[in-house]
């Protein structure tokens, strides 16, 4: 089982709130990375940090934004929740070199009334 | 992603049956990720193929990647209740490992 955490698992709130998923992993990953999961639909690529202070934005362009201050954490911000926001989050984390598998969290299900 | 296509979408097979699931890539790639994701929870780690085709077994789960074709077979053999989830291909298309395309999936129904 690969350690790397999300908070909360679900999430209700109303438009215009800010909002920070957090990600943790235990493992000492350099490479995370957020996808965006629509119900029935593929995942789609948000952010990735390939190390500290690296941040770079994947191929679904998406309003959240990222840092990443410390090794282990890898938090996702909306600064203003709109319903478009609406869906699952899901964080990971895998090792530098290639063919090295990337491990998930359980994901975050986000709804924004 | 139209990259990226597995079938059948969905399948329902009863429990002790064999059953396979495709991915078929329309560029050329350099690894294919098998994962496994239960409803509403995260992606778990099956078996990575390396570029110029191999197989891999794990338990009663097999997969291929067919270089030739650019594509890649998951085999399912007796299969379990457990063995229900939705399984996804995910490809890599940079040699980095690291910005992989994901297929859209397919749901997989186990019945007694």
């Known amino acids: 089982e690969a350690d790397i955490y999300q908070t909360p698992r679900y999430l209700v709130i109303g438009t215009g709130k800010k909002i920070t998923l957090e990600c943790s992993q235990t493992?000492?990953?350099?490479?995370m990375y957020w996808y965006q999961q629509d119900p029935g639909m593929e995942l789609h690529l948000i952010h990735y940090?390939?190390?500290?202070?690296?941040?770079e934005k994947g191929d679904l362009s998406s309003e959240s934004t990222v840092s990443r201050i410390r090794t282990e954490h890898f938090p996702l911000t909306l600064e203003s929740a709109r319903p478009s926001h609406t869906s699952q989050y899901l964080c990971?984390?895998?090792?530098?070199?290639?063919?090295?598998?990337?491990?998930f969290g359980d994901g975050t299900r986000l709804s924004i009334l | 992603s139209q990259e990226l296509e597995q079938s059948p979408q969905s399948l329902i097979v009863q429990e002790g049956k064999n059953l396979t699931i495709n991915c078929t890539s329309s560029k050329t790639l350099y690894g294919l990720y098998w994962y496994k994701q239960k409803y509403g929870e995260g992606l778990i780690f099956l078996m990575m193929l390396q570029k110029g085709g191999e197989e891999k077994s794990h338990e009663k789960i097999t997969a291929k990647l067919d270089e030739k074709k650019q594509q890649s077979s998951l085999h399912i053999t007796a299969s379990q209740p457990s063995h229900a989830g939705i399984y996804l291909c995910?490809?890599?298309?940079?040699?980095?490992?690291?910005?992989?395309?994901f297929g859209t999936g397919t749901r997989l129904q186990v019945t007694l």
């Open positions: 493992m000492g990953h350099d490479k």
């Open positions: 940090s390939y190390g500290v202070n690296s941040t």
């Open positions: 990971a984390s895998s090792e530098e070199g290639a063919e090295q598998p990337q491990h």
């Open positions: 995910g490809a890599d298309y940079t040699g980095t490992a690291s910005k992989l395309t």
